[in-house]
C-alpha cells in the first residue's frame, strides 16, 4: 500500500465526520430557525408576561401606568427581534441538544454514553431553573430597588427651599432597555446554575477533586462576591441573594464530586485495581523512608 493510500484511508473519517457536523448543524439552525419564526408571530404575549415582575412592582408603590416608551421609531421592531431571538434558542435548545448527542454519541463506549447522558440532560434543566428564580425572585426585588429612586413634584410655590418647586423623578422606561435587563438577569442566572453540572462533568473526568475545590473556598467566595456585585445592581439584598445561592451551589458541587469519586474508587475495588491493604504498608514504607 502507497502512502498516498494511507493517507485517502486517514482522511476519509475526517470527511465524513464533517459531514455529519455539517448536517447536524444545519438541523440546529433551521430549529432555530422555526423556533424564531413563532416566537416572533407572538412576541406581544411574550413581552406582557417578561414585564409582569416591573408592573407588580409598580402596582405595589400605587402607579398603575406601567407602559414604556419607544425612544427610536426602529426600537419596536428590534424589541420583537429580541424576543424572538430567545424563544428561538429556548423553543429549539432541546432538539439542538439531541443533535449534540446524536454526533458524540457514536463516538462513546457504553459507559461513557452512561456516564454523559445525564449531564445532557441536566444542564438544560438547571438553566431553566436559575432562569425562573431570575425571573419570579430576583427581578421583582431589583426593579423594586430602581423604582425606589423616584420621587413625587411640586409647583412652585407649593413646597421646597424658598418656595421653590420640587423637579419630579418618574420612571419613563425603555422598552429595548428594560428587555436588555431582563433577559441579562435570566441569563446570567440561568448560566451561574451551571455550576454543578461543570464542576460535577470536571471531577467524573478527574479535572478537579473535591478536596482541592474546599482547598480553595476562600477564593471560591471572593469571586462569587464579585460576580454578584457585576451582574446584580447595586442593590444589598439582591447581591446576598446571589451569592447565597451561588455559594450554595458551589457547596452542591463539591459533594456531588465527592461522590462521583467515591463511586470510581468502589468500581476500581470491585475490579481489584483499588486495594487498601495493598496501599498502606507502601505509604508506611515511604514516609519511613522519606523521615529517614
Known amino acids: 500500500m502507497s502512502a498516498s493510500d494511507d493517507i485517502d484511508d486517514s482522511a ?17 439552525v433551521i430549529a432555530f430557525i422555526i423556533g424564531m419564526v413563532i416566537c416572533f408571530t407572538v412576541w406581544n404575549p411574550i413581552f406582557n408576561f417578561l414585564t409582569h415582575p416591573l408592573c407588580s412592582a409598580m402596582a405595589e408603590r400605587g402607579q398603575e401606568d406601567c407602559g414604556l416608551i419607544l425612544i427610536k421609531l426602529q426600537e419596536g421592531f428590534f424589541v420583537a427581534i429580541s424576543i424572538s431571538l430567545l424563544g428561538g434558542l ?5 432538539y439542538i441538544s439531541y443533535q449534540l448527542w446524536r454526533f458524540v454519541a457514536p463516538g462513546l463506549y457504553k459507559n461513557e454514553k452512561g456516564a454523559f447522558l445525564p449531564f445532557l440532560i ?9 432562569a425562573a428564580f431570575a425571573f419570579y425572585v430576583v427581578t421583582p426585588l ?5 423604582l425606589g429612586f423616584q420621587q413625587a413634584g411640586t409647583l412652585v ?23 436588555s435587563l431582563t433577559i441579562k438577569f435570566i441569563v446570567a442566572f440561568g448560566l451561574c446554575f451551571q455550576l454543578p453540572v461543570l464542576l460535577t462533568l470536571m471531577g467524573k473526568a478527574g479535572l478537579v477533586s473535591a478536596e482541592g475545590l474546599g482547598n480553595v473556598r476562600k477564593y ?16 444589598v439584598i439582591t447581591q446576598i441573594i446571589l451569592f447565597v445561592v451561588v455559594y450554595g451551589l458551589y457547596e452542591i458541587s463539591i459533594m456531588l464530586v465527592r461522590r462521583v469519586e467515591r463511586q470510581r474508587e468502589e468500581k476500581l475495588r470491585a475490579e481489584g485495581y483499588y486495594d487498601d491493604e495493598d496501599e498502606d504498608p507502601l505509604m508506611a514504607e515511604f514516609d519511613e523512608d522519606d523521615g529517614k
Open 12 to 28: 476519509a473519517p475526517l470527511i465524513e465526520h464533517l459531514a455529519e457536523l455539517r448536517t447536524r448543524l444545519i438541523h440546529s
Open 90 to 94: 429556548v423553543l429549539g435548545f432541546p
Open 122 to 130: 441536566s444542564s438544560p434543566l438547571m438553566f431553566f431553573l436559575g
Open 142 to 146: 431589583a426593579f423594586d430597588f430602581f
Open 157 to 179: 410655590g407649593d413646597g421646597g427651599k424658598d418656595g421653590q418647586g420640587i423637579a419630579a423623578i418618574a420612571f419613563q422606561g425603555s422598552a429595548q432597555e428594560y428587555l
Open 220 to 235: 471560591a467566595v471572593v469571586g462569587i462576591l464579585v460576580l454578584a456585585a457585576l451582574v446584580t445592581p447595586p442593590d
